[in-house]
């Protein structure tokens, strides 16, 4: 596979009104660089005017590193594969059209099928890029309907925002659950969330097929060992301190529900250095022909 190498802003996919490094001022500007990643796969590189970076790989539309004063805040596992066959694990990768295990492959195809660029931008010196995703042969073999995903990433200086939009292309209504399967840099040890307190809570640890159901009556939630819980009517937005000195908040629309995921000693290599804290849709989202659903999730740290 040959090397991309294409910077855009202002107009989408033009090369005309490119913004780069200002190697003579030492301004820099927003800037979308396609290349390649690891596994010489298609990788889209966001920058913005001050400093902070995005990386988004189009296999799974997995959004791989968000650096912000050169910090990494999100964690790709060491055990993850660039290899276009299975999932990368780490990031923000997507469950669509199921969260979870299913009539379907665990978490759906969203993660490992090959999404499109659509278009880049520059909007109020913010990067911005679009992906999207339609069924194929692949997809229509386990979920048999017609869709168009639209997946837009924003980048700006402490924050990083996605907006995901499923529209129903079929003659026929189609459900779907789905989610953002965050994992955040952490020290486990240390890291927390707060904003939870009263949420319906179904804990999946005993029995991940007959959760326990129960409310939160934690201010704030720790990750003292194996935790796998899903929180339901999850308030719009959430507060992580990570236990590496950064506090985030997680704020979102649409997105109703949240989940709490930590694998503990059965990812013994890497458990102790990422929490996952995702938003997500638990219940089905119905949508009829021509209809279509949107949610928004915005990550800023302090």
């Not at 190697?23 to 590189?45: C, D, H, I, Q, W």
């Not at 402490?158 to 399967?181: G, I, M, Q, R, W």
């Not at 929490?275 to 022909?289: D, H, R, S, Y």
Request: aromatic fraction near 10%; include cysteine; charge should be neutral.
């Amino acid at each position: 596979m040959a090397a991309l190498s294409m910077t855009w802003s202002c107009s989408p996919l033009t090369s005309s009104k490119f913004r780069r490094v200002n190697r003579y001022s030492g301004m820099t500007f927003a800037s979308v660089k396609s290349t390649e990643g690891l596994g010489n796969l298609p990788k889209v590189v966001l920058t913005s005017p001050h400093g902070s970076e995005a990386e988004l790989y189009l296999f799974g539309a997995c959004i791989t590193s968000w650096k912000v004063d050169s910090k990494d805040l999100l964690f790709v596992r060491p055990d993850a594969v660039f290899n276009g066959q299975k999932p990368i694990s780490g990031g923000i990768p997507h469950c669509f059209p199921q969260f979870g295990p299913g009539p379907i492959q665990q978490h759906g195809f969203g993660r490992n099928m090959n999404w499109s660029l659509v278009s880049s931008e520059n909007v109020e010196e913010k990067p911005v890029v679009t992906v999207e995703l339609r069924d194929g042969p692949y997809s229509r073999a386990m979920w048999d309907y017609s869709f168009h995903a639209l997946y837009k990433i924003t980048l700006d200086k402490k924050t990083l925002s996605t907006e995901l939009t499923v529209k129903n292309t079929d003659n026929k209504p189609f459900s779907f659950t789905t989610a953002l399967h965050t994992y955040f840099s952490a020290s486990v040890t240390g890291a927390s969330v707060s904003g939870l307190k009263g949420c319906k809570a179904l804990n999946k640890v005993p029995d991940p097929t007959n959760p326990v159901e129960g409310k939160e009556e934690r201010d704030v939630v720790t990750f003292p060992g194996f935790v796998d819980c899903v929180y339901l009517d999850a308030p719009s937005e959430l507060q992580l301190d990570n236990g590496l000195g950064d506090k985030l908040s997680i704020k979102n629309t649409n997105w109703s529900d949240a989940v709490l995921w930590n694998p503990h000693l059965t990812m013994e290599q890497s458990y102790k250095d990422f929490v996952c804290v995702e938003n997500a849709k638990i219940g089905t989202v119905q949508i009829e022909p021509e209809q279509s659903w949107t949610a928004v999730q915005h990550l800023t740290v302090a």
